[in-house]
């Protein structure tokens, strides 16, 4: 009687070969996103906070309140329905270390604020990035 013995001895060197084959395209992959600067364009948050309020008349009343990154803001832009960028205040010397934009201070739109409208409200700071503080719908 003739027992046949199984073979397997090809099993282990192909998962080997697949294994490494694996591992070395996740290496290449993760030195060219070095090599090519793929991780650097990434920029960091900036902490400044807004709060937006409206008034008795429907004024929409934008205060500042604070944040980590208030001393670097260079001016806060507004923009309603995505209609033309409204300055709402800004700093007396363009990127210059002297800045009017204070914790606490308040800036009132020049018309009401009827129902429906999108108010956007984006930071500036002098660094040349900007950075969408609020995006509220009334």
């Known amino acids: 009687m003739m027992k046949f013995r199984e073979n397997e001895d090809a099993v282990s060197p192909v998962i080997g070969v697949i294994l490494m084959v694996a591992i070395t395209v996740i290496l290449a992959a993760v030195i060219a996103a070095f090599v090519f600067g793929m991780g650097s364009n990434v920029q960091t948050t900036k902490t400044v906070g807004v709060t937006a309020n409206l008034d008795k008349d429907r004024y929409l009343v934008v205060t500042l309140q604070g944040g980590g990154d208030v001393a670097d803001l260079l001016s806060l832009n507004m923009t309603v329905n995505g209609g033309e960028e409204v300055m709402i ?21 020049s018309k009401p604020i009827e129902s429906g409208q999108h108010i956007v409200v984006v930071a500036h700071f002098k660094d040349y990035s900007q950075q969408v503080v609020l995006d509220k719908f009334y």
């Open 89 to 109: 205040n800004t700093t007396t010397t363009k990127f210059m270390d002297r800045n009017n934009l204070t914790v606490g201070a308040s800036f009132n739109t």
